[in-house]
T-cell receptor, first 112, second 111 residues
Framework: DGGITQSPKYLFRKEGQNVTLSCEQNLNHDAMYWYRQDPGQGLRLIYYSQIVNDFQKGDIAEGYSVSREKKESFPLTVTSAQKNPTAFYLC???????????FGQGTRLTVV | DAKTTQPNSMESNEEEPVHLPCNHSTISGTDYIHWYRQLPSQGPEYVIHGLTSNVNNRMASLAIAEDRKSSTLILHRATLRDAAVYYCILSNNNAGNMLTFGGGTRLMVKP
């Protein structure tokens, strides 16, 4: 089945550790996005990539890093510089010129 | 960025129509109007989008005001599975179709 997969669904890390969240899509989409969602809030854009080997910062990129070495993969690293990393992280993809984005099921990160 | 304004929450009875409003008074001529919905602990799901004309699909209808400064998502017969947060979003092809989410409307459906 075609789709966008995030793993793991739940992730626990100790404070001060970097952690990488996986996002893979087999939809042949050019564009991929990472969003963060806090309880009771809407989604905020962290990073996005329109094409392989290129990405741009979103509204809240500080403390995060990404890479886009392959079209189907867009991993997000939450670094120790992110002051409040506990949140629900959502990855999405879309055809570059399309207006419909497909979202993964999310990774809930808890830092203790 | 063009912004949208939605009520925080709405209630509906099961099997009745639901009209979810959205104001976007600063919309530009090339902004598309999108609606997504999000069930608890899941990623958002595309519902519908439009530019100027009203749109219908199997999930919902989108009614766009003539001046495009507001729109309404119409669920023709609400079911319990329609209980979700509904987001009205503007995106622009010239800006890479970035989706900027606001707070959305939490729709509660009563049996």
């Amino acid at each position: 089945d075609g789709g966008i997969t995030q793993s793991p669904k739940y992730l626990f890390r100790k404070e001060g550790q970097n952690v990488t969240l996986s996002c893979e899509q087999n939809l042949n989409h050019d564009a991929m996005y990472w969003y963060r969602q806090d309880p009771g809030q809407g989604l905020r854009l962290i990073y996005y990539s329109q094409i392989v080997n290129d990405f741009q910062k979103g509204d809240i990129a500080e403390g995060y890093s990404v890479s886009r070495e392959k079209k189907e993969s867009f991993p997000l690293t939450v670094t120790s510089a992110q002051k409040n990393p506990t949140a629900f992280y959502l990855c999405a993809s879309s055809i570059k010129s399309s207006t419909e984005a497909f979202f993964g099921q999310g990774t809930r990160l808890t830092v203790v | 960025d063009a912004k949208t304004t939605q009520p925080n929450s709405m209630e509906s009875n099961e099997e009745e129509p639901v009209h979810l409003p959205c104001n976007h008074s600063t919309i530009s001529g090339t902004d598309y109007i999108h609606w997504y919905r999000q069930l608890p602990s899941q990623g958002p799901e595309y519902v519908i989008h439009g530019l100027t004309s009203n749109v219908n699909n199997r999930m919902a209808s989108l009614a766009i005001a003539e001046d495009r400064k507001s729109s309404t998502l119409i669920l023709h017969r609400a079911t319990l599975r329609d209980a979700a947060v509904y987001y009205c979003i503007l995106s622009n092809n010239n800006a890479g179709n970035m989706l900027t989410f606001g707070g959305g409307t939490r729709l509660m459906v009563k049996p």
